[in-house]
């Protein structure tokens, strides 16, 4: 079985929700990442993606003048000893594609749909290779 914490993100960026929309684009920009989690205090309360801020700028709001609080969606959090196609059920059922990952209460990493079918394609690879060898003829030296 492959778990959460076997394929999440350790070093989950954040913002916190005063945060403009600028201000969490060129973050997400610099580290070519798709999301922030909002956080108040060490709590996270939220999380804001490309998406949000794109559809904010579509709608015609000012980026610079307007916090990412605006964007915020209710946080779907993922314990890190759950299992990843658990993981990929509750995105899918809760319409996201990113979940972060709390355990005790404490953000301790993010898993993306990207890292799900990262761990997908692994497994099926590595399933592969086991089969074509088990069925591979064996070498023979005349």
């Given at each position: ?31 070519k ?7 108040e ?48 059920k ?21 898993i ?21 060898a ?9």
């Amino acid at each position: 079985m492959i778990y959460v914490k076997d394929v999440m993100t350790s070093r989950v960026r954040t913002t916190g929700a005063d945060a403009s929309v600028s201000e969490a684009a060129r973050v997400m920009a610099k580290w070519k990442i798709g999301a922030l989690v909002i956080v108040e205090g060490d709590k996270p309360t939220g999380i804001v993606t490309e998406g949000d801020i794109s559809r904010l700028v579509a709608r015609g709001v000012d980026p610079a003048a307007t916090s990412v609080s605006i964007a915020r969606k209710k946080l779907v959090t993922v314990p890190p000893g759950e299992r990843v196609e658990v993981a990929a059920k509750t995105m899918t059922d809760a319409g996201v594609k990113k979940l972060p990952v709390m355990d005790g209460g404490k953000l301790v990493g993010i898993i993306t749909q990207t890292d799900i079918v990262n761990s997908s394609f692994a497994l099926v690879t590595s399933l592969k290779e086991m089969v074509q060898a088990r069925y591979r003829p064996p070498d023979f030296e005349m």
